[in-house]
């Protein structure tokens, strides 16, 4: 039955909308499904009206075909919804609830999940930890690009907002909840920063956007980020950052001009496996963003990697990137004893107290990624255009909540 619809990928390059199914309590076979995931019984989730759901980086990474993602894969992982239907093992979680979704799938139950470590639950995907809705290599949880999504665990996952008019009235804020402004906050934390601290971001796309954001909201004194992407650098100029154009080369000399010195305390690497090499060419050089940030965060200090990076990827630059292997200079690391942290963003480590932040007005993320709404039938375009590098986060509005 043909009463949902949903973005989904085609093939590199192309996605279209389609019928779907609507969500029902079992997980039924379909691209990217993990065999021992199909047939798997659901009774503890919740079928959600999507309000709004953000096109990522992460997808696009699919999108382009540097991924083993199938087609016919139903996108979207950043979900914000109305709870319409519940399964009988919901307990607490209510029809007509406005919630966020975690874009990380996880059970409440396992060991991981136990210590905050949503990220890498144990328990969703039979080939690994971790899971997200939408995404290769997950388990085959449908995505949420669409009209109506099935939340798993959904007393556990859901985070419900306190009052549904004061969050329509801030929703474009509140969407990034599901996953950028917590990965941003959760990059930010992990490279260390707080009052006082010089920051140096890497990307100036949603995350990076999301990370400086966070920083400030942490209280660091000076945020640098750097792309190559001039309308990018002006959105992070646009709420107080530092920026620097990485087209003319390595940020050191310009952090030096900024700071007086060519080292920073924290580093940010919003940019992942498909970054590009600083100077003019601007080739693919997966490694870059990594030694970069080791030769320029301060010894001693943290090095936060939202940034993804994969095990396997058809386009790598050659053998050893397309297995995801990248010529680290780890010696650089070591000497200094930075520390890293990278994965998945554990969101729901955060996604509480910045949704605070949000209904009291101490930040302004959506102005900061420049939130836009775009309706279901115009995700395809907005995939282009995200691909091309405008500075917006497109914001899917499948049912004109929004627009309303
Ligand atoms: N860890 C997580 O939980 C998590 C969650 C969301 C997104 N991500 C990942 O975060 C990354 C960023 O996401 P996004 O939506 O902002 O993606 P994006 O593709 O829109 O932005 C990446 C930006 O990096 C810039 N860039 C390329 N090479 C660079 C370099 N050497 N130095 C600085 N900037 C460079 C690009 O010009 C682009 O503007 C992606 O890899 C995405 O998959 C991770
Ligand atoms: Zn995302
Ligand atoms: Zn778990």
């Known amino acids: 039955m043909a009463d949902n619809r949903a973005v989904i990928y085609m093939g590199p390059g192309k996605v ?56 016919g894969l139903a996108l979207g992982h950043e979900i914000t919804g109305e709870v319409v239907e519940t399964g009988p093992g919901v307990e607490f979680i209510k029809v007509g609830d406005l919630c966020s979704v975690p874009f990380n799938i996880a059970c ?40 109506y999504v099935l939340v798993p665990y959904a007393d556990w996952n859901l985070l419900k907002f306190p009052d549904k008019d004061q969050a329509m009235e801030k929703i474009l804020d509140l969407t990034m909840l599901s996953d950028i402004f917590p990965t941003g906050f959760h990059g930010a934390v992990t490279a260390g920063v707080g009052v006082g601290s010089t920051v140096y971001v890497a990307g100036a796309g949603p995350v990076g956007l999301a990370a400086a954001a966070s920083a400030q909201l942490l209280g660091a004194a000076v945020v640098i980020v750097g792309d190559m992407n001039a309308d990018r650098l002006k959105q992070a100029e646009s709420f107080g950052c530092e920026t620097i154009d990485l087209s003319q080369g390595d940020p050191a000399d310009q952090i030096e001009q900024l700071l007086g010195v060519p080292e920073v305390d924290c580093g940010v690497d919003a940019v992942g496996f498909e970054a590009k090499g600083h100077g003019h060419d601007g080739q693919e050089a997966p490694a870059t963003v990594l030694n970069t940030l080791m030769d ?49 963003c554990p969101v729901m480590k955060y996604h509480r107290q910045l949704m605070m932040a949000i209904l009291h007005d101490r930040v302004q993320i959506a102005k900061a990624v420049n939130a836009t709404t775009i309706s279901l039938d115009e995700a395809p375009q907005a995939y282009a255009d995200f691909d091309s590098g405008v500075a917006k986060k497109f914001v899917i509005d499948p049912h004109g909540s929004v627009a309303a």
């Open 16 to 71: 279209e909308i389609k019928d779907i199914d609507y969500p029902t309590y079992e997980l039924k076979d379909g691209p990217g499904v993990n065999p021992a995931n199909v047939g798997r019984k659901l009774p503890h989730a919740a079928i959600l009206k999507v309000v709004t759901t953000n096109i990522c980086g992460s997808d696009q990474h699919m999108v382009r075909g540097r991924t083993t993602a199938p087609a």
């Open 108 to 147: 409440g139950r396992c060991r991981n999940c136990k210590e905050r470590k949503t990220g890498i639950c144990e328990n969703v995907n039979p080939d690994r930890p971790g899971s997200a809705y939408g995404y290769v290599d997950m388990g085959g949880w449908v995505g949420g690009q669409a009209e």
């Open 296 to 344: 320029i965060t301060k010894a001693g200090g943290a090095l936060g990697i939202p940034g993804l990076y994969v095990t396997g990827d058809p386009g790598g630059v050659d053998e050893a990137a397309k297995k995801g292997s990248l010529s680290l200079s780890l010696g650089t690391g070591w000497a200094k004893s930075l520390s890293f942290t990278t994965g998945q």
